[in-house]
């Protein structure tokens, strides 16, 4: 019996025995490039066409050793792998004797003779293929949900985490920006009331000078003109007594123009400080208005963030849902 006569009779006992469909017997299988140019090629695939899935593949010999066996488990674990179903069932059939052949399954590593009647019918490998490719569904389905809910985890840790760093974010900044207000609104107070306060004692001080100045001791206020000698003694004892007062107390009478010049320069530091002052209350204002800016920028944020994070969670949660 040739190979070619096994093959003919096998596809009749699937035909007749087995209720294959005719269309379900692909004798024409496709090959496929394997090697140094070599094509790996299978003589017959069995094909559900309802589920357009293969559901048995056969291979035909004109003789049986363990070597044919050898090569026929290779060959068919490749093809298997080609394909992308190294589950498939694999036969390999070849002559028993001149009218008849022994069919052999592929189970465990090696070959196993079994009857004709221990060939399963079309429908019970349809039916195994379906529940093969259930029980691959149901697993992918599984693995899905496992992805969706460590994605939603993900995604909620993450939301959470940006959430808080765009706290700390607005919190920091407002924190260094009111300390940074507070330490210069402080010195620049300092500074201008330790220049008031100078200012003060030194027109004080001016002042106490120049009240001795009105009220000294030995000093006329006014001079009376009676007649030319009466004037000429009174004008000469009138310069005497400045004199003497110039003398005795030249300490007060410089005291006087050095508290004038300091009162002078006094007051120009405290007018240089009164514009600065002013130039950083406008700076101040300036930069509020950009905190304010900034402030609403990332309560905007915040928002927009908390929204996304709903809303991915809600889609998330929804095909969580739905996928089982």
């Not at 087995?18 to 094509?39: D, E, I």
């Not at 009138?238 to 300490?251: C, N, Q, T, Y």
């Amino acid at each position: 019996m040739t190979e070619k006569d096994v093959e003919q009779q096998f596809c009749q006992f699937l035909i007749g025995s087995k209720k294959f469909p005719t269309t379900s017997l692909l004798r024409q299988a496709p090959s496929y490039a394997f090697g140094n140019g070599g094509t790996l090629r299978v003589d017959l695939l069995l094909l559900d066409v309802k589920i357009g899935e293969y559901i048995g593949v056969v291979e035909f010999k004109d003789g049986i050793s363990p070597p044919v066996k050898a090569s026929a488990a290779r060959l068919l674990q490749r093809y298997r792998e080609i394909i992308k179903s190294p589950d498939l069932p694999s036969y390999l059939v070849h002559p028993y004797d001149e009218k008849d052949f022994q069919i052999q399954v592929f189970s465990e590593g090696v070959w196993l003779a079994i009857t004709k009647d221990e060939f399963p019918e079309f429908e019970t490998l349809s039916a195994k293929k379906k529940i093969e490719e259930k029980v691959i569904e149901k697993e992918v389905q599984e693995r899905l949900v496992v992805e969706s809910r460590n994605k939603v985890e993900r995604t909620k840790s993450f939301s959470l985490l940006t959430l808080a760093s765009l706290i700390v974010g607005v919190l920091t900044t407002v924190l260094v920006f009111n300390q940074s207000v507070h330490f210069g609104e402080g010195a620049d107070t300092r500074r201008f009331e330790m220049q008031v306060s100078r200012l003060n004692v030194m027109e004080d001080s001016l002042s106490v000078l120049l009240q001795k100045q009105r009220h000294p001791s030995s000093v006329v206020d006014t001079l009376h003109i009676v007649d030319s000698s009466g004037t000429f003694h009174i004008l000469e004892k009138r310069l005497a007594i400045i004199e003497k007062g110039l003398v005795d107390e030249p300490d007060e009478v410089l005291a006087i123009a050095n508290v004038n010049s300091d009162l002078k320069v006094l007051r120009e530091e405290v007018h240089g400080q009164e514009k600065l002052l002013s130039a950083r209350y406008e700076n101040l204002l300036t930069r509020i208005e950009w905190l304010n800016a900034l402030v609403i920028g990332m309560v905007v944020s915040l928002f927009a963030a908390a929204i996304g994070f709903v809303i991915t969670s809600y889609s998330d949660k929804r095909k969580a849902n739905k996928a089982p």
